[in-house]
């Protein structure tokens, strides 16, 4: 079975620089998984931030960034805010579906 | 105003059913395939079902398949899932979700699923 892994939690000054990765129990990702990253706060609907590993969706700062470090998909945020924090989910396409990380809860303090 | 929103949720006893649906405005609902994605109370997200713009294909998670039908009706832009033979494992909020490059482009605000006795 495909595990998608994330850090649970990470912590970043304001202002600071953090990088959020996802990875696979087994294996690499690479661009062929199309990752994507989503931010949420409790009680909202997801936001689309990231696509297609590095495409930044509509609206979205361009202090985030996607791309790929060595076996992993990562989701960059320079000059972080304190509305940054927030949950962090990236997802994987596996051919026929999709299979998402357990999130990433990011504070900023 | 592009929007997904989804209504149908409630409590339901294990066994049971219960069918979902999502009300897309402001963009061509037909020209893109659709998905519903779900959260369990204090969990990440699950991708559930996906189906494609006329409904010849459709894609299932394996813990629902069987179970869970997804369908559409693009004359009324709408999204639907059927559930049946629910289980308290299917307790989550259940998000509608609009599919772009491999991705969830369009977020519903969500619907809450109880299973329980």
């Known amino acids: 079975q495909t595990v998608v892994t994330q850090e649970p939690s990470f912590s970043v000054s304001p202002g600071g620089t953090v990088t959020l990765t996802c990875g696979l129990s087994?294996?690499?990702?690479?661009?062929?998984?199309?990752p994507s990253w989503y931010q949420q706060t409790p009680g909202q609907a997801p936001r689309t931030l990231i696509y297609s590993t590095n495409t930044r969706s509509s609206g979205v700062p361009d202090r985030f960034s996607g791309s790929i470090l060595g076996n992993k998909a990562a989701l960059t945020i320079t000059g972080a805010q304190a509305d940054d924090e927030s949950d962090y989910h990236c997802?994987?396409?596996?051919?026929?579906?999709?299979?998402f990380g357990g999130g990433t809860k990011l504070t900023v303090l | 105003e592009v929007q997904l929103v989804e209504s149908g949720g409630g409590l339901v006893q294990p066994g049971g059913s219960l069918r979902l649906s999502c009300a897309a405005s402001?963009?061509?609902?037909?020209?893109?395939?659709m998905s519903w994605v779900r959260q369990a109370p204090g969990k990440g997200l699950e991708w559930v079902a996906n189906i494609k713009q006329d409904g010849s294909e459709k894609y299932y998670v394996d813990s629902v398949k069987g179970r869970f039908t997804i369908s559409r009706d693009n004359a009324k832009n709408s999204l639907y899932l059927q559930m049946n033979s629910l289980r308290a494992e299917d307790t989550a909020v259940y998000y509608c979700a609009s599919l772009r490059r491999w991705a969830f482009d369009i977020w519903g605000q969500g619907t809450m699923v109880t299973v329980s006795s």
């Open positions: 997802v994987l396409f596996m051919g026929s579906g999709w299979v």
């Open positions: 402001g963009f061509t609902f037909s020209s893109y395939w």
């Open positions: 087994s294996g690499s990702v690479s661009t062929s998984y199309y």
